[in-house]
């Protein structure tokens, strides 16, 4: 069975500090997908990364980061010098190889950026 | 970007209704549509798998009878809640696969707040 498990509940910080977003996953497959999905307030989700089995490269986009690292069986997420804008329910999910776009999402975790 | 939208957006219904929400890909072909369920400050749980022209595939514990998938084009599912009560209040979220990018990129719509009161 495939799980999901975000550890962090909820993380308060204050503007501009760094903050990490844990991702831990079970899976038996040997090629799966991993996923970061931001939700704001507004309920909509969006698509931050995706990330392949066989590609543990680090990847940065802007003030965000991820480190992927199978030996470990974690994906986890980077915010640098986070903004107030910042602040919303992240989630991390896997998709099995084969299961044709079926994700399992981990619990989320709330962000909240104070001023 | 490829969009996902649902309709209605929110709706408010009394315990014993059915109420009806649709899927739509906008500027894509969708061969197959997923629906989650979301619970305040909970994560999502997928309830089935939709695929057009075919039975809708259900996850466990998810009754088939209550929540009717219906995927009657390549770009739109509805999901019928049947004689909805309280406990169905949730938010309903689709996402739906583009058929020439493949499975691995889907596409989440807004979201459907129900409350069933």
């Known amino acids: 069975a495939q799980k999901v498990t975000q550890a962090q509940t909820e993380i308060s910080v204050v503007e501009k500090e760094d903050v990490t977003l844990d991702c831990v996953y079970e899976?038996?497959?040997?090629?799966?997908?991993l996923f970061w999905y931001k939700q704001p307030p507004s309920g909509e989700l969006v698509f931050l990364i995706r990330r392949n089995s066989f590609d543990e490269q680090n990847e940065i986009s802007g003030r965000y980061s991820w480190n992927f690292q199978k030996s470990t069986s974690s994906f986890n997420f980077t915010i640098t010098a986070s903004q107030v804008v910042d602040s919303a329910v992240y989630f991390c999910?896997?998709?099995?190889?084969?299961?044709?776009?079926?994700?399992?999402f981990g619990q989320g975790t709330i962000l909240t950026v104070h001023p | 970007g490829a969009v996902v939208s649902q309709h209605p957006s929110r709706v408010i219904c009394k315990s014993g209704t059915s109420v009806k929400i649709e899927c739509r890909s906008l500027?894509?072909?969708?061969?197959?549509m997923f629906w989650y369920r979301q619970f305040p400050k909970q994560s999502l749980m997928l309830m089935a798998t939709?695929?057009?022209?075919?039975?809708?595939?259900?996850e466990q514990g998810v009754e088939k009878d209550k929540f009717l998938i219906n995927h009657a084009s390549l770009t739109l599912s509805t999901l019928t809640v049947t004689s909805a009560h309280p406990e169905d209040s949730s938010f309903y979220i689709c996402?739906?696969?583009?058929?020439?990018?493949?499975?691995?990129?889907?596409?989440f719509g807004p979201g459907t707040r129900l409350t069933v009161t």
């Open positions: 500027d894509f072909q969708a061969t197959t």
């Open positions: 999910a896997l998709m099995r190889g084969t299961s044709y776009g079926k994700l399992t």
């Open positions: 939709s695929n057009e022209g075919s039975k809708a595939t259900y």
């Open positions: 899976t038996r497959d040997t090629t799966y997908y």
């Open positions: 996402s739906a696969r583009d058929l020439e990018t493949g499975w691995r990129e889907q596409y």
